[in-house]
């Protein structure tokens, strides 16, 4: 997904009526609200952890901001919907919203673990035995 797409994905996960955001940019109200929660989402979730495959490797993957209506996040697209889950839980707490809160953190927990697993390399450790 595209980072428009996953604001007005998170937009229809929050129930909120209407359509939109049309762009990412010039945005108000609301719909700066979906901006900003996105973006603030997909830059936590990369930095949320030390050990992600694109941080550990022999070319450490820059931090991406997303800016345009067209930037796509570098993970794999089956798993954007993490960014948009993580969005939701933190934009449902600001609004009380009970509901929305325990579905955010539901299924940002199932997708979590799915990028977790696919992107961090797993070893084996033997205590002073090294890896494997």
Not at 24 to 51: F, M
Not at 59 to 71: G, Y
Not at 81 to 94: C, D, F, Q, T, Y
Request: aromatic content about 10%; charged content about 25%.
């Amino acid at each position: 997904m595209t980072f428009l797409e996953l604001c007005q994905r998170l937009r229809a996960e929050c129930q909120d009526l209407g359509s939109g955001p049309e762009t990412v940019t010039g945005q108000t109200g609301r719909n700066q609200r979906y901006v900003d929660a996105i973006r603030e989402s997909w830059v936590k979730l990369q930095t949320g952890r030390s050990d992600w495959d694109w941080l550990t490797g022999d070319t450490p993957t820059a931090l991406q901001v997303l800016t345009d209506d067209a930037d796509t996040p570098f993970i794999d697209e089956a798993y954007h919907v993490v960014i948009v889950w993580n969005a939701l839980r933190k934009m449902s707490i600001s609004e009380l919203a009970e509901e929305l809160i325990l579905r955010g953190e539901d299924e940002f927990a199932t997708w979590h673990t799915l990028l977790c697993k696919k992107y961090i390399s797993q070893s084996l450790s033997f205590g002073g035995w090294g890896s494997l």
